[in-house]
């Protein structure tokens, strides 16, 4: 093995998705130095990401640790975007609303059921007569059921914020932080015998070898193929896929929308979420199967669906269509935190941040604070609930 010693630093982050970029950025502004590996960065789930920051509107039934993680963020997020420079024009940050709308009777029953369980966790949803709502977005079908509006459900441009956040650490000076374009193969410990010793850290696909106090997992559904990790982790990472349409609007239908408009239609989720440069983004379908590209039935619904919300979609242009995993997990929260070796302490140098699921972009900011915090080494109790070995066998034995 070749060591290369110039590129030893304080942290590695194994992924450049909007998450590990995040991370990087968090622990380069502690004054750390980071060196950040992946051979095609921000070209995963980011890619594809509309940016909704819909800590509300994403809320599930029983997913209350996650909705805690989610609101924390989005709270976060101003700071994490004034932290860049450019800020918000950089990085396509917007505050603007949102708009949940159904389009039949059990599309209203749905929204009204979800409308109870945010009010119970005390969620500002206020809901709209449709005329009200086509006051605020004068091009939403007249045909619609109900109408919530959500003031604190706001979006980012992913592609623009990756793009930044690469820009920014590349120009670090004196070589405080570094992107190398190689596949991290593996986690190197301290005793290469010993699975459950230090991490010291990665192996690269080259056969480089880079050294580092600290390696950060962030590499979505990579993280489960990466060599070396603790024997007894098991994570339980499953691709969910998302086609996703990129539009323009012509000039004579701006403003197309202003708010980002989240739908159900017939049951089936929709959103449209309207950029500043007058483009638009429609998302995004849900699937398990073994499609790696786009999905023409995925494309159909999407398009129908959104011209259901919206019937001006039709003389849209359309620019793009994308498909991207989802680095999905068992209970739709992120793997996130320290491991436990099989005898119940914690491995040093090694932290896990993956599984992000449909929330990478939103939970950027918490991810990349829970993560400094760690290395700090704090106690991050808020953080226990989403360990990374929960799904591993002595944890599991440990909380049932
Ligand atoms: N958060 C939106 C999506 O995953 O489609």
């Known amino acids: 093995m070749r060591t290369v010693g110039s590129a030893h630093a304080d942290v590695i982050v194994v992924g450049a998705g909007i998450v590990g970029l995040g991370i990087a950025w968090a622990l380069a502004e502690s004054g750390r130095s980071v060196c950040v590996v992946d051979p095609h960065p921000a070209q995963g789930a980011t890619y594809a990401a509309a ?12 997913e209350d640790d996650l909705l805690r993680l989610m609101l924390s963020s989005a709270a976060l997020y101003p700071r994490f975007i004034e932290s860049l420079p450019g800020g918000a024009a950089a990085t396509g940050y917007q505050t603007t609303e949102t708009l949940v709308v159904g389009s039949d009777s059990g599309d209203r029953q749905a929204l009204a059921d979800l409308h109870t369980v945010q009010q119970r966790h005390g969620l500002d949803v206020v809901p709209l007569s449709v005329r009200e709502a086509r006051q605020r977005e004068q091009l939403l ?4 059921s109900c109408a919530f509006v959500v003031a604190d459900d706001h979006q980012v441009d992913p592609r623009m914020l990756a793009a930044h956040l690469l820009a920014e650490l590349g120009a670090m000076p004196g070589g405080q932080t570094s992107v190398v374009r190689a596949t991290a193969r593996g986690v190197i410990h301290e005793d290469e015998g010993d699975l459950d010793s230090r991490v010291i850290g990665v192996d ?14 962030a590499n979505g559904l990579g993280a489960a193929r990466l060599a070396g990790l603790p024997g007894s982790l098991a994570l339980p990472l499953r691709p969910v896929y998302g086609d996703i349409l990129r539009l323009r609007v012509p000039d004579n239908l701006r403003t197309l929308l202003s708010a980002t ?6 049951g089936v ?18 699937r398990e199967d073994s499609l790696l590209g786009v999905s023409a039935g995925g494309m159909y619904q999407l398009l129908r669906d959104a011209q ?36 119940g302490d914690m491995i040093p140098g090694l932290v896990v941040a993956t599984g992000f699921y449909r929330h990478g972009v939103l939970l950027t900011p918490i991810a990349a604070d829970i993560c400094r ?28």
């Open 51 to 62: 940016g909704m920051l819909a800590a509300v509107s994403e809320l599930h039934y029983q």
């Open 141 to 144: 079908s007249p045909q619609l």
């Open 204 to 217: 690269l696909d080259d056969g480089t070898r880079l050294l580092a106090q600290e390696v950060i997992v």
């Open 261 to 266: 408009v989240r739908g159900l239609v017939r």
């Open 269 to 286: 989720p929709v959103y449209l979420v309207p950029r500043a440069d007058g483009t638009l983004v429609i998302g995004a379908t849900s």
């Open 308 to 343: 259901a919300l919206v019937p001006a979609v039709a003389e849209l242009e359309l620019l793009e269509t994308t498909a991207r995993a989802r680095p999905a997990t068992p209970d739709n929260a992120p793997l996130l935190g320290r491991v436990a070796s099989a005898q």
């Open 373 to 400: 915090r760690i290395i700090e080494g704090e106690d991050v109790p808020d953080a226990h609930c989403f360990r990374p070995d929960r799904f591993s066998s002595p944890l599991r034995k440990e909380l049932s």
